[in-house]
């Protein structure tokens, strides 16, 4: 039975992404659940209780059980990117070897921004097969981040029944534009409920593309469970469209919507991932690509945690001082300058 926990953060969130139904969305909730996933593990108190009642309670088992079987082509990254002087705490390393693909990397954050910036793109790009070659944009790495929780994936799947290419042709989107759209009779799972069609198209690797047809125009989402409870075996004549999306999105703002809000805080409290008591998030960033045809689907996402601390100490270069020649010695009462000792050193 799939989760209901994670089907409602997926809407949840999905609605504070993109409230505006007139334009194109594209995200993966595994990759941001994944990357919240582990800032829920660094998280303590209130940080760490409205990332649970966001993703779940079960939220890291759900994901760590969801590899697809091997007819699928499969890769995920979990990655700790921080600053070398950052002092980790070992109970999150732990927690973090849990998930598929994990590791730890330093990076250059406070010296070189924009080295660091091109560390964590080129292993996006390497996971997701080049469909991510940039998830940071120039200037998304700055001197005061110090850390950066990052997900990863890449997953492409043939159809079960593959779209026979000679049926796909020209037909009608919106009453008016010609968009290339496929077409397929099987034996599909199918439900229809008020205000929702559904059909779930089999992949290999015990994945399946599910497609929601609202009635009229998108709009709320409240049913779609229901119609998803519904699914059951008919045959179906599906006209699909072929598909072709790549979306990069900020969800700071949809994540503050949904009540995340303690974590871009001064109030963040990620002491699990660190001592250091001024980290907090700074920004999430995201970029998914999704792509459908007669063969099967490919898609790629990544989400990037980027952290910082809330005052950065700046230290100039040290001045050396060396005492080789007679000198002075004071020995005093910090607080009121009383004199406990004073002595001229001429040969110590």
């Known amino acids: 039975m799939p989760d209901r926990a994670h089907l409602t953060f997926a809407l949840e969130l999905h609605d504070a992404i993109a409230p505006d139904r007139r ?21 303590r108190g209130r940080t760490q209780d409205e990332l649970v009642a966001l993703l779940g309670p079960d939220n890291a088992k759900l994901l760590q059980a969801s590899t697809p079987g091997e007819d699928a082509e499969f890769a995920v990254a979990n990655t700790l990117w921080a600053w070398d002087e950052l002092p980790l705490d070992d109970g999150f390393l732990v927690d973090l070897s849990a998930w598929p693909g994990a590791k730890v990397a330093e990076a250059p954050f406070r010296t070189d921004p924009e080295g660091t910036r091109r560390l ?43 779209f026979p290419e000679h049926d796909t042709a020209p037909r009608p989107f919106r009453g008016t534009t010609d968009v290339p759209t496929m077409r397929l009779e099987a ?37 779609v469970p229901d119609v998803l409870d519904a699914l059951d075996w008919q045959r179906v004549e599906l006209f699909l469209p072929k598909l072709d999306l790549k979306v990069g999105t900020t969800l700071g703002d949809a994540l ?6 303690a974590v871009f805080t001064p109030a963040a409290d990620l002491t699990g991932l660190s001592p250091d008591p001024r980290l907090c998030v700074d920004e999430v960033v995201h970029e998914a690509v999704l792509r459908l045809d007669e063969q099967g689907f490919e898609g790629a996402a990544a989400t990037a945690v980027m952290m910082r601390l809330t005052s950065i100490v700046e230290y100039p270069p040290a001045r050396t001082v060396r005492v080789d020649r007679p000198y002075l010695l004071l020995v005093r009462h910090a607080a009121t300058g009383a004199i406990y000792f004073l002595a001229q050193v001429v040969e110590p």
């Open 120 to 162: 964590i793109n080129a292993d996006v790009a390497d996971t997701t097969r080049d469909l991510i070659p940039e998830l940071l944009e120039p200037g998304t790495v700055r001197p005061d981040m110090v850390a950066a929780l990052v997900n990863a994936l890449y997953l492409k799947c043939g159809w079960t029944e593959k």
């Open 23 to 43: 334009h194109n969305a594209c995200w993966s909730p595994y990759s941001v659940a994944s990357a919240l996933g582990l800032l829920t593990a660094a998280a």
């Open 187 to 223: 034996n599909l799972k199918y439900a229809e409920v008020p205000g929702w069609e559904a059909v779930a198209l089999p992949a290999r690797g015990d994945v399946e593309a599910v497609v929601l047809l609202p009635e009229s125009e998108l709009g709320a989402t409240t049913k």
């Open 256 to 261: 503050r919507a949904t009540g995340v809000q």
